[in-house]
């Protein structure tokens, strides 16, 4: 079964750090934009982050000087790594495979490829 297997989630202090990973079960993911969308309690669907399959990289402003997203394509797996966490980052993380375009456009409907989530929660 091709699917986008995920872990790294938990319950951190603020300031504190996570590492998310996102593998491809099934799937290669060389080829792919591998990025998290994030949706908090009550909100919207946000973007966090995306890497291109040569390592460009994207990220929210509200994330981009915590956050950082690498990828080791011999391992078939992305990374997220989150420091100085903040409430405000509680939410459950979805990592996501799909073209570059659309993670730049906030085109989520057009990923090819879901995790089924990992829960972030930052409190004290």
């Known amino acids: 079964q091709v699917q986008l297997v995920e872990s790294g989630g938990g319950l951190v202090q603020p300031g504190g750090s996570l590492r998310l990973s996102c593998g491809g079960a ?16 009550g909100k919207e669907r946000e973007g966090v982050s995306a890497i291109s399959s040569d390592g460009s990289t994207w990220g929210a402003p509200s994330v981009s000087d915590r956050f950082t997203i690498s990828r080791d394509n011999a391992k078939n797996t992305a990374y997220l790594q989150m420091d100085r966490l903040e ?3 509680t939410g459950v993380y979805y990592c996501a ?11 989520y409907n057009g990923m090819d490829y879901w995790g089924k ?8």
Request: proline fraction near 8%; charged fraction near 15%; avoid cysteine.
């Open 26 to 41: 099934g799937l290669s993911l060389d080829y792919y934009a591998i990025g998290w969308v994030r949706q908090a309690p």
């Open 87 to 89: 409430p405000e980052d």
């Open 97 to 107: 495979a799909g073209p570059l375009a659309f993670w730049l456009r906030g085109n």
């Open 117 to 124: 989530g990992t829960l972030v929660t930052v409190s004290s």
